[in-house]
């Protein structure tokens, strides 16, 4: 074998060693940069929404309820807290893309109201251009699988004192021509605050449609 092939060989070995560390550096990288919520819910209870055709589980130390909107079974929501207590608790709620029949929503977050327009392409890209543009906090939503969900998106902010609560963090997307919303909302200076969070979020995951 002539020095020529030699390094033609040796050329091909580098190149291939260089392209296999660069998959796995990205694969690596995106593993660990997304971590998917998963829950054992074995021992958790099962609440079925017949209206809107979605399913949450929710652990038995928790309560969890619908809670329906002046009485009208038709926009009944989910809620989920601690002990009670409404300064910690998921709140699912849903707004109709066609409310007000001149395109458009007013969608809430924190201390901030937003209109959007419901002719857009889409609605979560409208959401996050407004609340990036007032410097909230965009997070990751792939970390959720929702069954029938193809995009969550979401965003966080501490408020200032004597806010109570002083953290939110709301999560968004759209099904069967609906926004849904779930929000979390902690006491931040309060023990076993990441703990919390982290349970109110697998709360979160479990939704399926």
Not at 125 to 144: I, Q, Y
Request: aromatic content about 14%; glycine content about 6%.
């Amino acid at each position: 074998m002539n020095t020529k092939n030699i390094f033609l060989i040796i050329l091909f070995v580098l190149i291939a060693f260089a392209i296999g560390f660069f998959v796995f550096k990205k694969t690596n990288s995106q593993s660990e940069k997304t971590k998917v919520i998963k829950v054992d819910t074995n021992d958790w209870a099962v609440f079925s929404n017949e209206v809107y055709g979605y399913e949450m589980w929710c652990p038995k130390d928790f309560d969890c309820r619908y809670v329906c909107k002046n009485g009208d079974l038709a926009n009944e929501q989910f809620c989920a807290n601690i002990q009670n207590d409404p300064t910690n608790q998921l709140y699912i709620t849903q707004i109709p893309l066609k409310e007000y029949g001149t395109g458009q929503i007013i969608v809430n977050f924190a201390d901030k109201s937003f209109t959007l327009n419901t002719n857009s392409k889409n609605v979560l890209t409208a959401l996050k251009a407004e609340l990036s543009h007032e410097g909230f906090k965009v997070l990751d939503g792939s970390r959720f699988l929702i069954t029938g969900v193809a995009e969550i998106v979401g965003f966080n902010k501490k408020l200032d004192p004597p806010s109570n609560p002083d953290y939110i963090e709301q999560w968004y997307f759209v099904k069967n021509n609906f926004l849904y919303s779930g929000k979390i909302t902690i006491k931040d200076g309060e023990n076993n605050f990441n703990e919390k969070l982290q349970k109110f979020e697998e709360i979160f995951g479990t939704m399926s449609f």
